[in-house]
């Protein structure tokens, strides 16, 4: 091929150049489908349409039908001659993602494609994202129909909500109140345009932990596990006041039962995640005498297994995240039979594959689920993405998981920008569909960013491996027996969000210096994109972690941070960061939340005082 190589994300499992050019049938850019699944094209819309009185420039047909929800049944092939372009799959959600291919190709190339073929399946059925809209940040509707429209470009086939307290239950408005919260009619319509473009919109509220946001209000304390003054033990620290519901208590039973019931019919999917995840004060609160009687894993199972049965009376399934399971593996046995577990983890070492074993072994149903490393993070953190990503994709094929579920949190004001996000799940995607973590950054950054330089992808790498040589220096969040590494948080970020008051021994001031040059080389070299709000939150990414890494740099000088240092870091926080932070935020997501999430910061700008 006398053209530059195709550039595709995700990578297709095989590709042939053939001689010749594709040669469309009519002038212009957009090529005139004929037989494409009805909206198919929502995503591709300036590039591909369908128009039944124009001649056809590509022509989508089902051969040998197969069930969609199989690798196989996703199986396309794409023959790019010198005269016709023919699409062939075998389901509506094969034809969908050939499409998502042809489009890149067209988008690299124009009208004239050179020949080649492509023969393609994904190597898991269910490729799903998961975006956490109860930690602050919540998309506005019209922001969740461009993300389904982006992840139908990805070939992702599936998308959840993480809910807490931001679903707006009818009977329930102290609890939402002031979130701005997603309603039923929105969830219905976001679920309808989803199933369009053959993503699966499942339900995902938490029943067990991460309560919080219901149990400090006064009408659901008396459900709380532990009381609102009462310490507990959080794995390795100390938290104070309510997290989970009492699983002892038949009320938080009813409470949950009442929230399914009005939840569930807004989705068409026959999948609800029901959390249950990081419940680690029960037994410390009020079930401690029956947790000592029958032990923790029988309490847990118990109120797991009566959720499930309120699901599957609906006519539904349970997914649930497997972290308590998998803590007591000689109990997954009492896993409901019918649910499925989510093994989740998001570092390079995470044991995705004995968790695979013990699963498996077991009978049960699971899908591996690494993260975007976006959160706890200004700039994302790259290696260590890609080191997960690449373990849950291994354990996943070996193990045989019925998906990957790529997470994306908001822990501590959900303060990332959109592209660190997107970036992780653009990596997840590629390794969902083509069995490995190595994503054409060159294609990621023209087909994602729209970055006719291609070099965004790297740019982004770059950034979230900018403070590396810090992260590998033990910090206050490594576990005890793992590697001495800072983990779930980037240097910049563990620094930034550490009083100035407490010592933090994260790197010399010499490697923080490091860390400043490169990221004012970044800042300087950031490549254009197509669109200018991307731009802008690239351009803030960097200029934020510049001032915490300014921060860090001086907190380490002799005697501290000077008066004027202090005075002018201050005034720049709160005079240009904080409100690009903030219009930027409600570009993409609703007001509520946006002052939480900004009190983290207020927070840093007060202890600058002088």
């Known amino acids: 091929m006398s053209e530059p190589r195709p550039l595709l994300v995700p990578a297709p499992r095989w590709l042939r150049s053939d001689h010749g050019v594709f040669a469309p049938p009519a002038a212009g850019r957009r090529l005139v489908v004929r037989g494409a699944p009805p909206g198919s094209l929502v995503p591709f819309r300036s590039l591909l349409a369908e128009d039944a009185s124009a001649e056809p420039s590509v022509r989508c047909a089902i051969d040998s039908?197969?069930?969609?929800?199989?690798?196989?049944?996703?199986?396309?092939?794409?023959?790019?001659?010198?005269?016709?372009?023919?699409?062939?799959?075998?389901?509506?959600?094969?034809?969908?993602?050939?499409?998502?291919?042809?489009?890149?190709?067209l988008r690299q190339y124009g009208p004239r494609i050179p020949c080649l073929r492509i023969e393609d399946e994904p190597v898991l059925p269910v490729r799903g994202v998961m975006l956490d809209v109860s930690r602050d940040r919540i998309p506005t509707q019209e922001e969740l129909f461009r993300v389904v429209e982006t992840l139908a470009t990805l070939k992702i086939n599936h998308l959840q909500l993480y809910t807490e307290h931001t679903f707006a239950y009818a009977a329930h408005e102290e609890v939402w109140r002031?979130?701005?919260?997603?309603?039923?009619?929105?969830?219905?319509?976001?679920?309808?345009?989803?199933?369009?473009?053959?993503?699966?919109?499942?339900?995902?509220?938490?029943?067990?932990?991460?309560?919080?946001?219901?149990?400090?209000?006064?009408?659901?304390?008396?459900?709380?596990?532990?009381?609102?003054?009462?310490?507990?033990?959080f794995y390795h620290w100390t938290r104070t006041g309510p997290f989970s519901i009492c699983?002892?208590?038949?009320?938080?039973?009813?409470l949950i039962r009442e929230l399914l019931l009005e939840l569930l019919p807004c989705f068409s999917s026959s999948l609800v995640n029901i959390g249950c995840d990081e419940t680690a004060d029960v037994g410390q609160g009020r079930s401690r005498d029956e947790v000592a009687r029958r032990g923790a894993p029988a309490v847990y199972f118990d109120f797991l297994a009566n959720i499930d049965t309120v699901v599957r009376a609906v006519g539904k399934r349970s997914l649930f995240w497997a972290d308590i399971a998998l803590s007591h593996p000689?109990?997954?046995?009492?896993?409901?039979?019918?649910?499925?577990?989510?093994?989740?983890?998001?570092?390079?070492?995470?044991?995705?594959?004995?968790?695979?074993?013990?699963?498996?072994?077991?009978?049960?149903?699971?899908?591996i689920c690494p993260g975007t490393s976006s959160w706890r993070s200004i700039t994302g953190r790259?290696?260590?993405?890609?080191?997960?990503?690449?373990?849950?994709?291994?354990?996943?094929?070996?193990?045989?998981?019925?998906?990957?579920?790529?997470?994306?949190?908001?822990?501590?004001?959900?303060?990332?920008?959109?592209?660190?996000?997107?970036?992780?799940?653009?990596?997840?995607?590629?390794?969902?569909?083509?069995?490995?973590?190595?994503?054409?950054?060159?294609?990621?950054?023209?087909?994602?960013?729209?970055?006719?330089?291609?070099?965004?992808?790297?740019?982004?790498?770059?950034?979230g491996n900018a403070d590396a040589p810090l992260r590998a220096i033990a910090g206050p969040l490594a576990y005890d027996g793992a590697p001495p590494v800072l983990r779930n948080a980037s240097a910049i970020f563990a620094d930034l969000h550490t009083p100035l008051r407490d010592k933090l021994d994260v790197g010399a001031p010499e490697?923080?210096?490091?860390?400043?040059?490169?990221?004012?080389?970044?800042?300087?070299?950031?490549?254009?994109?197509?669109?200018?709000?991307?731009?802008?939150?690239?351009?803030?990414?960097?200029?934020?972690?510049?001032?915490?890494?300014?921060r860090a740099l001086l907190r380490r000088s002799p005697g501290g941070i000077a008066a004027d240092d202090a005075a002018a870091l201050r005034r720049q926080?709160?005079?240009?960061?904080?409100?690009?932070?903030?219009?930027?935020?409600?570009?993409?997501?609703?007001?509520?939340?946006?002052?939480?999430?900004?009190?983290?910061?207020?927070?840093?700008?007060?202890?600058?005082?002088?």
């Open 330 to 367: 000689e109990s997954v046995n009492l896993i409901p039979e019918h649910a499925v577990a989510l093994a989740w983890d998001y570092e390079p070492d995470a044991r995705f594959a004995r968790w695979a074993e013990v699963l498996g072994g077991a009978g049960r149903a699971f899908w």
């Open 178 to 233: 002031g979130w701005s919260p997603l309603t039923a009619d929105e969830m219905q319509r976001l679920d309808r345009h989803s199933a369009t473009l053959g993503i699966e919109l499942a339900a995902n509220q938490n029943c067990f932990g991460h309560l919080a946001g219901w149990l400090r209000h006064p009408r659901y304390a008396p459900l709380a596990e532990m009381g609102p003054d009462e310490p507990w033990r």
């Open 511 to 550: 490697r923080w210096a490091s860390v400043g040059h490169v990221l004012q080389s970044l800042a300087a070299s950031l490549p254009g994109t197509g669109s200018s709000l991307l731009q802008d939150e690239c351009t803030h990414a960097a200029a934020m972690a510049q001032w915490a890494t300014r």
């Open 247 to 254: 699983p002892t208590d038949p009320r938080s039973l009813a």
């Open 65 to 105: 039908p197969a069930d969609p929800r199989t690798t196989a049944g996703q199986s396309y092939r794409l023959h790019v001659a010198p005269g016709a372009l023919t699409l062939t799959g075998r389901s509506e959600a094969a034809l969908r993602a050939g499409l998502a291919t042809l489009a890149q190709l």
């Open 573 to 610: 926080l709160l005079d240009e960061l904080v409100p690009t932070f903030r219009r930027l935020w409600l570009a993409r997501s609703r007001v509520g939340g946006l002052d939480h999430s900004c009190a983290h910061l207020r927070r840093v700008a007060s202890e600058l005082c002088v």
């Open 382 to 463: 790259s290696s260590e993405r890609s080191g997960n990503i690449g373990a849950a994709i291994r354990a996943a094929r070996a193990g045989g998981a019925a998906g990957m579920l790529i997470c994306d949190w908001g822990d501590v004001g959900h303060q990332q920008q959109w592209p660190i996000s997107l970036h992780g799940i653009a990596q997840g995607a590629q390794a969902a569909w083509a069995g490995s973590e190595a994503i054409d950054l060159e294609a990621e950054s023209l087909h994602v960013f729209d970055d006719p330089s291609r070099r965004i992808g790297r740019w982004l790498d770059d950034l």
